[in-house]
């Protein structure tokens, strides 16, 4: 079995959507080597692993490499690949001096290449990410996440997956019946589930990432709890929510404001992560004009997330 790989050379900045493109590409597995993470400072606490060799990391800014299965569909869409990598800067993404590069790789060389750059994440005091094949002890307290470790888009190493998470940690209810748009790794609605909600309907247009969050869902035995479904944003939903939220692009999230307040029970809650700094008034204005009462926003690094709320009718 061939299989390519996929370099991308880029800032910290573009990780995200880049990732995400890769994935909708058909991705089998995304890893990420960011060179601050070799230089920030570290503590030894939430079983967090950092065993690092500077040789693995970039002079400067990030690399993000992608695995592809190496069939003839792959190498024809190629050039449309690079293309749609390049033109997310029509959407004001910093992408720097972007660099692309398909290499060769054996599956022995997919298989464990990417491992070394995923272990436990800790979110909060109380909640961690884990990929499967580590041997991670929780605590008595701790609510641990298992993810597919060949999904590293939405694993929890990314600010906006992480404020994402925080947010849903501190407003969702037990019992709540809750909306994920775009899913994608199923992170956000497994987090959903642990914490107590009854229902969580989880939303992605991408059918690699629903099959890849339905593993996900079964690893963490929340399958009761949350139903996928492929499905473009919020339309054609009619399921009422008391907590919807969407860690996608500020562009994409413009799209929906007015389903999301049509679908919110009275009091309910909208998380909207993934939203770039330049972007967040936009939005805001948006959630304001859909008749969402926006409660406030939260900054990690140059990455915002919008809490916004539908007024007690």
């Given at each position: 079995?061939?299989w390519a790989?996929?370099?991308?050379?880029?800032?910290?900045?573009?990780?995200?959507?880049?990732?995400?493109?890769?994935?909708?590409?058909?991705?089998?597995?995304?890893?990420?080597?960011?060179?601050?993470?070799?230089?920030?400072?570290?503590?030894?606490?939430?079983?967090?692993?950092?065993?690092?060799?500077?040789?693995?990391?970039?002079?400067?800014?990030?690399?993000?490499?992608?695995?592809?299965?190496?069939?003839?569909?792959?190498?024809?869409?190629?050039?449309?690949?690079?293309?749609?990598?390049?033109?997310?800067?029509?959407?004001?993404?910093?992408?720097?001096?972007?660099?692309?590069?398909?290499?060769?790789?054996?599956?022995?060389?997919?298989?464990?290449?990417?491992?070394?750059?995923?272990?436990?994440?800790?979110?909060?005091?109380?909640?961690?990410?884990?990929?499967?094949?580590?041997?991670?002890?929780?605590?008595?307290?701790?609510?641990?996440?298992?993810?597919?470790?060949?999904?590293?888009?939405?694993?929890?190493?990314?600010?906006?997956?992480?404020?994402?998470?925080?947010?849903?940690?501190?407003?969702?209810?037990?019992?709540?019946?809750?909306?994920?748009?775009?899913?994608?790794?199923?992170?956000?609605?497994?987090?959903?589930?642990?914490?107590?909600?009854?229902?969580?309907?989880?939303?992605?247009?991408?059918?690699?990432?629903?099959?890849?969050?339905?593993?996900?869902?079964?690893?963490?035995?929340?399958?009761?709890?949350?139903?996928?479904?492929?499905?473009?944003?919020?339309?054609?939903?009619?399921?009422?929510?008391?907590?919807?939220?969407?860690?996608?692009?500020?562009?994409?999230?413009?799209?929906?404001?007015?389903?999301?307040?049509?679908?919110?029970?009275?009091?309910?809650?909208?998380?909207a992560s993934?939203?770039?700094?330049?972007?967040?008034?936009?939005?805001?204005?948006?959630?304001?004009?859909?008749s969402l009462?926006?409660?406030?926003?939260?900054?990690?690094?140059?990455?915002?997330?919008?809490?916004?709320?539908?007024?007690?009718?």
């Open positions: 079995m061939e790989e996929v370099e991308v050379h880029t800032l910290n900045d573009a990780v995200e959507p880049i990732a995400n493109l890769l994935n909708e590409h058909g991705a089998s597995g995304v890893s990420i080597e960011d060179v601050a993470d070799f230089f920030k400072e570290r503590e030894n606490q939430f079983g967090e692993i950092y065993a690092l060799n500077r040789a693995d990391y970039p002079d400067d800014g990030v690399i993000i490499k992608a695995y592809f299965l190496k069939t003839e569909d792959f190498v024809a869409g190629i050039p449309a690949l690079e293309k749609a990598l390049f033109d997310l800067a029509k959407f004001d993404i910093p992408l720097g001096e972007l660099k692309f590069f398909v290499n060769d790789v054996n599956d022995d060389d997919w298989a464990t290449a990417w491992k070394k750059y995923y272990h436990p994440v800790a979110i909060t005091d109380s909640i961690t990410v884990a990929p499967t094949w580590e041997d991670y002890q929780p605590r008595e307290d701790e609510l641990v996440i298992e993810l597919d470790p060949g999904m590293a888009f939405g694993t929890g190493t990314h600010p906006t997956t992480q404020l994402s998470m925080r947010a849903i940690s501190e407003f969702i209810e037990p019992n709540d019946h809750v909306i994920d748009v775009g899913t994608g790794s199923g992170v956000l609605a497994i987090l959903c589930a642990k914490l107590g909600a009854e229902s969580i309907l989880a939303l992605d247009l991408d059918e690699v990432a629903v099959r890849a969050a339905r593993e996900n869902v079964l690893q963490n035995h929340v399958e009761s709890k949350v139903e996928l479904r492929q499905n473009d944003l919020l339309n054609g939903i009619e399921e009422e929510a008391d907590l919807i939220v969407a860690n996608i692009l500020a562009e994409v999230i413009l799209l929906f404001p007015d389903d999301v307040y049509r679908l919110l029970k009275p009091g309910g809650y909208f998380i993934g939203i770039i700094e330049n972007k967040a008034e936009q939005v805001r204005e948006a959630l304001i004009e859909a009462v926006v409660l406030e926003t939260r900054q990690q690094g140059d990455w915002v997330a919008i809490i916004a709320k539908r007024s007690e009718d």
